[in-house]
């Protein structure tokens, strides 16, 4: 098919090029976004957590309490490997 226009073989290559290159600026500024998205999320879940825990000790009830701090430490051990995870995969 382009047997017949020279340069056709070297204009496509440059185009392939050039779109790769695209695809690379995008993925790239996927993973700087997708690694600011989840730094905002970790310092909200982590405000939440604590909010929670200062509720519960507002109530001056003992058992409230340690539910609540069993419940906001529980989140924050488990969220950690979570984020740490997507972490590693938006930085690769």
């Known amino acids: 098919m382009t047997e ?4 056709a073989s ?6 392939a090029a050039r779109v790769r ?3 690379e600026q995008v993925i790239a ?3 700087t976004n997708g690694l600011a998205w989840l730094e905002g ?3 909200v879940l982590r405000n939440l ?6 509720a519960a000790k507002g109530t001056g009830t003992e058992w ?11 989140v924050r051990e488990t969220s ?3 984020f740490g995870a997507m972490r590693d995969q938006l930085r690769r």
């Open 4 to 7: 017949g226009k020279p340069g």
């Open 10 to 15: 070297d204009e496509l290559e440059a185009a």
């Open 21 to 23: 290159e695209l695809s």
């Open 29 to 31: 500024q996927a993973k």
């Open 41 to 43: 999320y970790e310092r």
């Open 49 to 54: 957590l604590d909010l929670e825990e200062q």
């Open 64 to 74: 409230v309490t340690t539910l609540a701090t069993a419940h906001a430490n529980f």
């Open 80 to 82: 950690e490997v979570f």
